[in-house]
């Protein structure tokens, strides 16, 4: 028995490794503080779900990752956010590179209005990734596998992005992220304007997805964060309250805030 619980934690601590880790965070919009020290390793092919009430910072944290703050001019980041070994917020970093390392899915899915092809091959181009036309062609099929809807749209690549379901679009949107070769994908509330059948959809993939790519979910479904993720973090009022793996955190979360948010009793 207690060879098994050594056995268990040796593997628990292999498959952690941070592939990011924030330290110290403290995020301001103008005079008001709305992320406050916080501190969180992000363990690499994992999903890491960032949940909390309405207004806690979760998206805010969660922005931080690929600087997509910086787009907001009343927003500043101090402390240190490390990924592959670097500051992210160095001066040195070219925040469009990071952003293809590091890719977005928003909360409402929001193809361009081009084909669906465009739609994942227009980051490969930007980026100058595909050398010819049939590499791009390959890219953009291997895409839209990864994301589960090739099948689904083999038949009409050239149509609009925006004629797809809201569920198939946000794939769509899941397949442009993965076209640039990301490593880490961050997903805000990804399944939050759609149904049940299309959100277990992508539940699933992200389960599938995680074997090549690490994910960060911000997600308001307690639910849906113990179904999809191997790490939870509770926010609470801008502050990290407790991080830890999901079934704990779940089951016998350390704080009593955590305990009265997962009971219903906060939010
Ligand atoms: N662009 C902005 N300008 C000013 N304040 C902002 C901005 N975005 C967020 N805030 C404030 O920062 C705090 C955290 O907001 P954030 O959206 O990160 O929380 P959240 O936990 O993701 O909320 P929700 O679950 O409702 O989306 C809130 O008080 C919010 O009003």
Not at 11 to 26: E, N, R
Not at 149 to 166: A, K
């Given at each position: 028995?207690?060879?098994?619980?050594?056995?268990?934690?040796?593997?628990?601590?292999?498959?952690?490794?941070?592939?990011?880790?924030?330290?110290?965070?403290?995020?301001?919009?103008?005079?008001?503080?709305?992320?406050?020290?916080?501190?969180?390793?992000?363990?690499?092919?994992?999903?890491?779900?960032?949940?909390?009430?309405?207004?806690?910072?979760?998206?805010?944290?969660?922005?931080?990752?690929?600087?997509?703050?910086?787009?907001?001019?009343?927003?500043?980041?101090?402390?240190?956010?490390?990924?592959?070994?670097?500051?992210?917020?160095?001066?040195?970093?070219?925040?469009?590179?990071?952003?293809?390392?590091?890719?977005?899915?928003?909360?409402?899915?929001?193809?361009?209005?081009?084909?669906?092809?465009?739609?994942?091959?227009?980051?490969?181009r930007i980026h100058g990734l595909?050398?010819?036309?049939?590499?791009?062609?390959?890219?953009?099929?291997?895409?839209?596998?990864?994301?589960?809807?090739?099948?689904?749209?083999?038949?009409?690549?050239?149509?609009?992005?925006?004629?797809?379901?809201?569920?198939?679009?946000?794939?769509?949107?899941?397949?442009?992220?993965?076209?640039?070769?990301?490593?880490?994908?961050?997903?805000?509330?990804?399944?939050?304007?759609?149904?049940?059948?299309?959100?277990?959809?992508?539940?699933?993939?992200?389960?599938?997805?995680?074997?090549?790519?690490?994910?960060?979910?911000?997600?308001?479904?307690?639910?849906?964060?113990?179904?999809?993720?191997?790490?939870?973090?509770?926010?609470?009022?801008?502050?990290?309250?407790?991080?830890?793996?999901?079934?704990?955190?779940?089951?016998?979360?350390?704080?009593?805030?955590?305990?009265?948010?997962?009971?219903?009793?906060?939010?």
């Open positions: 028995m207690e060879k098994n619980m050594t056995e268990e934690k040796t593997a628990q601590t292999d498959a952690s490794t941070p592939i990011m880790t924030a330290s110290g965070v403290d995020v301001f919009y103008g005079k008001k503080q709305a992320i406050k020290n916080v501190s969180l390793d992000i363990p690499e092919n994992q999903i890491t779900a960032l949940i909390g009430p309405s207004g806690c910072g979760k998206s805010t944290f969660l922005r931080c990752f690929n600087r997509m703050n910086d787009t907001i001019d009343s927003c500043r980041v101090t402390g240190d956010i490390q990924f592959a070994g670097q500051d992210i917020y160095s001066s040195k970093v070219d925040v469009v590179a990071l952003r293809s390392r590091i890719g977005m899915v928003f909360q409402k899915a929001n193809p361009f209005p081009k084909s669906i092809f465009d739609n994942v091959a227009y980051g490969p595909a050398e010819t036309k049939d590499h791009l062609e390959d890219i953009v099929i291997t895409s839209l596998r990864r994301a589960g809807l090739y099948d689904e749209v083999s038949d009409r690549l050239n149509e609009p992005g925006t004629s797809l379901s809201g569920g198939q679009q946000q794939r769509l949107c899941i397949a442009r992220a993965i076209a640039v070769d990301p490593q880490i994908i961050l997903m805000d509330e990804p399944c939050s304007a759609l149904d049940p059948i299309a959100t277990a959809i992508i539940e699933n993939l992200m389960d599938s997805m995680k074997e090549k790519y690490t994910i960060v979910i911000v997600t308001h479904s307690m639910q849906q964060a113990a179904r999809v993720s191997q790490q939870t973090a509770f926010f609470h009022l801008g502050e990290l309250v407790e991080s830890g793996a999901t079934e704990s955190i779940f089951t016998n979360p350390a704080q009593e805030r955590t305990q009265n948010y997962i009971s219903g009793r906060i939010g």
